[in-house]
């Protein structure tokens, strides 16, 4: 075998063309291979899985004949957002699995030696899997993964056991299965013609009489199969912490009333603004809309818009709270800070903090307001103008966090 040839890393068959029904009930008659987990479906997170190892020339998805345009669209999409760096090509499937398998061999690149076959409802495969049964391929024409058994396993017939196995020579077999290309091809076209089905490939092996390597499984490489092993998937459902930070400045000048917080502070400076001027709610806002990932308060609220002028920011507030609700934000603890040279704010700072605790429906004692001068420094030391800081934490629904929630999103 010359080197070059012999470098050549193998391709991978992503197994995606099964039609189970085993699942259909839990899933609403989805495909288990093309539920989402994460906003990304099954076939997805192990073709990464797969990419990650480092070990690949490329990849081919086989998909059922029905599904196979719209999953390359998805595909591109899929791709356009988080490359797997790999060359990659769909085939249709089949009828029962190793038809789809041969299906998927056909498709290969010519002159690849190697070839790696992984189910699409097997998500969790690390990438150290993947190496390891490549690097058996560089002994052996044909590889799988295994674990041990752990349970005592019984052939049954008509409700009676027939034999109990000896435990130490069982194993349950997991993908990927690696092979040498051209003698798995040929080990189908003889089950084609011997009519032999098989629910592996090595089991095809096998039959040729080809000597198969087994390398220790991993027991997190689960295939998705029974409707509990949805329960797999469910950290959709975890909430997921967010933080966001918002800062503002507005010049004293003639203008509008000063209002810190929605509080009116009677004397102090007027305040140079389009809206109300309420520096400490404009920083509020844009903390609420940066746990959000929604931009900031100019967007929303540009000040060439004649809607927004002297506008209280206490109704632009609820706006944001609105737009963030429905983001799936759930905000829990804000820590606001006010530099000013003047009015003096310890006065109104109790009412300030409850002001904004109502305004967010939070418990005064999850809201904080500091303030300070900058020791007569700048321009907040020389009484031209407030500075406000805030920072948000949160909670957002994992379900509709904007990289999962909308995978086919397109590039901006
Ligand atoms: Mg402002």
């Not at 699942?23 to 288990?32: D, E, P």
């Not at 196995?165 to 299965?177: D, F, G, I, K, Y």
């Not at 530099?339 to 700072?349: D, G, L």
Request: charge should be neutral.
């Amino acid at each position: 075998m010359p080197a070059t040839q012999h470098s050549k890393k193998p391709w991978a068959l992503i197994m995606a063309a099964g039609r189970g029904v085993r699942l259909s009930a839990a899933t609403g008659g989805t495909y288990k291979q093309l539920l989402l987990w994460r906003g990304r479906p099954l076939y997805w997170h192990s073709a990464l899985a797969m990419s990650r190892s480092a070990a690949l020339d490329g990849l081919i998805f086989v998909f059922p004949p029905e599904c196979l345009v719209e999953e390359e669209q998805r595909l591109r999409k899929l791709h356009k957002n988080d490359d797997m760096g790999l060359p990659w090509i769909v085939a249709a499937g089949g009828e029962r699995r190793q038809d789809s398998v041969r299906c998927g061999l056909e498709a290969l690149p010519p002159g690849t030696r190697h070839v790696l076959i992984h189910d699409a409802a097997r998500p969790f495969v690390g990438p150290a899997l993947a190496r390891s049964v490549r690097d058996g391929l560089d002994r052996h024409d044909a590889v799988v993964p295994g674990l041990p058994i752990t349970d005592t396993v019984k052939t049954v017939e008509n409700s009676m056991i027939r034999a109990t196995l000896p435990r130490e020579h069982l194993v349950a077999v997991q993908t990927p299965q690696g092979f040498e290309a051209g003698l798995l091809r040929k080990a189908h076209a003889r089950a084609l013609e011997c009519g032999l089905t098989a629910t592996d490939d090595a089991a095809l092996m096998e039959a040729a009489g080809h000597d198969v390597l087994v390398v220790p499984g991993d027991p997190n490489n689960v295939k998705i199969t029974r409707a509990e092993d949805l329960a797999l998937l469910a950290d959709d459902a975890k909430p997921r912490p967010c933080v966001g930070m918002g800062y503002d400045v507005h010049r004293y000048g003639n203008g509008r009333p000063f209002i810190l917080g929605g509080v009116r502070i009677p004397g102090a400076p007027e305040v140079v603004a389009h809206s109300d001027g309420d520096a400490l709610l404009h920083a509020l806002m844009d903390a609420l809309l940066g746990c959000a990932g929604l931009g900031d308060i100019g967007q929303h609220f540009p000040d060439s818009d004649a809607r927004f002028e002297n506008i209280s920011s206490a109704v632009l507030l609820s706006e944001v709270l609105t737009l963030i609700r429905r983001a799936g934000i759930r905000p829990t603890h804000v820590d606001m800070n006010i530099v000013a040279q003047k009015p003096r704010i310890s006065p109104w700072r109790e009412e300030i903090r409850n002001n904004v605790a109502r305004l967010l429906n939070l418990p005064a004692g999850c809201v904080n307001l500091k303030a300070g001068t900058e020791e007569g420094l700048g321009f907040t030391g020389r009484g031209e103008g407030i500075k406000a800081g805030a920072i948000v934490c949160a909670f957002a629904e994992t379900s509709r966090h904007p990289d999962w929630e909308n995978p086919d999103r397109e590039e901006a």
